[in-house]
């Protein structure tokens, strides 16, 4: 089924269905897919045929992720890679003596970042604030920022480090796939699995609360090593339905352009340039035709985009604040301990708070996953969102069993509601990558951005000890 925004304010189609499994052409090219078996003699049109794998051959098949691609011409027509430096990816964290890294376990807050961002491209435009483990033996993750203010043209990006998961904040990003086109505005996310080629070109600037990030295009990554990829989190007692439905996952439609590149083609190059991130190294090669080219395919790896409105919160309706685990919205599981997941992408939607009797806030805590939030827009339910608060575009790190939760505001604020049901988070949303792995900031992000909140810790200070006064006599 082909989808399409009844807004109108994406101009491109979808098919949908979490992990689907599509067989589809182009229109303008019926019968380009194979009628038997996936790699014929002769594929028509005289089409190439390329399978891209997402897991090994050999996984459980419901961990198994390919596709077929049917292109105009083979993928392995480029000139080898030659390195180029990118100064601000790190990929590799387990080295804690590396002078780019900056272990600690203090409270982190950051007011928006600022880029240098203006004449970057996304690849060049990116930068690392944090990671844990390493992408040679698939074990870890990073997050990145990005910020720029140039199209990708003549250019595609593909990583072999990991999946991308990008979560833009300001700025939409319009984004050309192997596999056709997303548009990916604020309010949205899009996951880029490693392997598959993509250009990421601006979208309308749309209004922003942001109020240190005026202009670019700005967002956050969720890069996650992994040799398997995202799933839809195990719903357990909530049953076959909510938190984020298959249905609203949405996946391009084939696009393709047959494009060759030479001395005579009025571009800016006369090739096209293929970026790869290998080991944390950016690499270029060059070749003579647009990559994408792919007519029609068959298989479930393919980039998908999410729009967070749609995801269908769970929450109390009598007492007690619940976990955050309720929010997932996408789960890496982490193999080696049941049930704990290498990396959880989770979402504060706007929501009714009914608890009675209840501290409705996010409560004090000192947990053994590591959290990594941004607040995309609006107010966090824990958090003051003033001039030095957890602002929009903004971001913090509380790293694993270091203890936080609601500010004193928040607190005394809460101690002294009186109301009932109240929605929070109208006009709101924040996110979390969650992971079970330890995570270790850059340099850049704990020293060099000059963006940390340095009195973050400040927002817990002045707590009254009331139980001074309202303790038993005699205690
Ligand atoms: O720290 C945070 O704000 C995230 C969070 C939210 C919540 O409702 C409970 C626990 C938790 O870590
Ligand atoms: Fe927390």
């Known amino acids: 089924m082909c989808w399409k925004d009844p807004a109108g304010s994406d101009p491109y189609e979808y098919q949908v269905g979490f992990n689907n499994h599509f067989s589809v052409t182009h229109?303008?090219?019926?019968?380009?897919?194979?009628?038997?078996?996936?790699?014929?003699?002769?594929?028509?049109?005289?089409?190439?045929?390329?399978?891209?794998?997402?897991?090994?051959?050999?996984?459980?098949?419901?961990?198994?992720?390919?596709?077929?691609?049917?292109?105009?011409r083979p993928s392995v027509s480029h000139t080898p890679f030659k390195p180029v430096p990118h100064p601000h990816i790190i990929s590799s964290f387990t080295n804690l003596d590396d002078s780019r890294l900056y272990p600690t376990p203090t409270q982190l807050r950051w007011d928006p970042f600022d880029l240098d961002d203006e004449k970057a491209n996304w690849v060049e435009g990116l930068q690392t604030v944090a990671g844990a483990g390493e992408t040679q033996t698939k074990m870890g993750l990073a997050i990145h920022v990005y910020g720029f203010g140039r199209d990708m043209v003549d250019e595609s990006f593909y990583n072999s480090d990991g999946d991308m998961l990008i979560v833009p904040v300001v700025g939409t990003l319009d984004i050309v796939t192997e596999f056709g086109k997303l548009w990916v505005p604020p309010g949205e996310i899009c996951v880029l699995p490693r392997g598959i080629k993509f250009s990421v070109k601006r979208g309308p600037l749309v209004e922003t609360n942001c109020r240190d990030m005026p202009s670019g295009w700005k967002g956050y990554i969720l890069e996650t090593f992994s040799a398997l990829h995202f799933t839809l989190p195990d719903l357990g007692p909530i049953g076959a339905n909510g938190l984020a439905n298959p249905q609203d996952f949405k996946y391009p439609v084939p696009w393709f352009e047959d494009k060759d590149y030479g001395a005579s083609t009025p571009s800016r190059s006369s090739h096209f340039t293929i970026i790869n991130k290998f080991l944390g190294k950016i690499y270029h090669a060059t070749q003579n035709h647009s990559p994408y080219n792919v007519v029609a395919y068959n298989g479930n790896y393919l980039p998908y985009k999410y729009p967070l409105s749609e995801f269908s919160p769970v929450g109390s309706i009598s007492h007690d604040h619940p976990d955050p685990s309720i929010f997932t919205v996408l789960s890496l599981p982490n193999p080696a301990t049941p049930g704990t997941a290498l990396a959880d992408f989770v979402l504060f939607p706007p929501r009714w708070l009914v608890a009675e009797r209840t501290f409705r806030p996010p409560y004090f805590h000192r947990n053994v996953m590591t959290e990594f939030m941004v607040n995309i827009k609006g107010e966090y339910d824990a958090k003051d969102a003033g001039q030095g608060g957890f602002v929009p575009g903004g971001a913090s790190l509380h790293s694993m069993n270091a203890a936080h939760g609601p500010d004193r505001a928040t607190y005394e604020k809460e101690l002294a509601r009186q109301d009932g049901p109240k929605k929070v988070g109208d006009g709101s949303l924040a996110i979390m990558f969650e992971t079970s792995l330890q995570l270790v900031p850059t340099k850049w992000a704990v020293e060099g951005c000059g963006k940390r909140q340095m009195a973050y810790s400040e927002v817990w200070e002045g707590f009254e000890v009331s139980w001074r006064k309202e303790k038993p006599e005699g205690a």
């Open 27 to 72: 229109p303008s090219a019926p019968g380009a897919l194979p009628t038997r078996g996936n790699n014929p003699q002769k594929a028509p049109y005289g089409l190439y045929t390329e399978q891209l794998s997402g897991t090994a051959f050999t996984v459980p098949r419901h961990l198994s992720q390919r596709t077929w691609l049917y292109r105009i």
